[in-house]
């Protein structure tokens, strides 16, 4: 029977990337510690090391205050939508 695939969070995958960019251990050691498979630790390993540079950058900090703005304006939307709907249910049901 076919397993299920595991789904790890961002912060699992961090720390272990984290681990294995110490150095302290091999990344089999670490991949048998946690459970996973040696090359996922490398592809973590790799992604937290290209992306790392990201998080210091000017671009990173607007993208992210872009990102709060969207979802401040999907979340006034729905509110709206909300009320709409609700105002429509009433006149509808006289």
Do not use: C
């Not at 290209?50 to 979340?75: P, Q, T």
């Not at 006034?76 to 006289?94: N, P, T």
Request: glycine share 4%.
């Amino acid at each position: 029977m076919k397993e299920s695939r595991r789904k790890h969070s961002p912060s699992f995958k961090a720390k272990v990337a984290l681990e294995a960019l110490k150095g302290d251990e091999t990344v089999a050691q670490i991949a048998a510690r946690y459970e996973v498979h040696p090359n996922m630790v490398t592809k973590w390993k790799k992604a937290l090391q290209d992306e790392a540079a990201g998080i210091f950058s000017k671009d990173h900090a607007s993208e992210k205050k872009e990102e709060e703005n969207l979802v401040a304006r999907l979340y006034q939307e729905i509110g709206q939508l909300k009320v709409e709907r609700d105002f429509l249910d009433r006149a509808s049901s006289r």
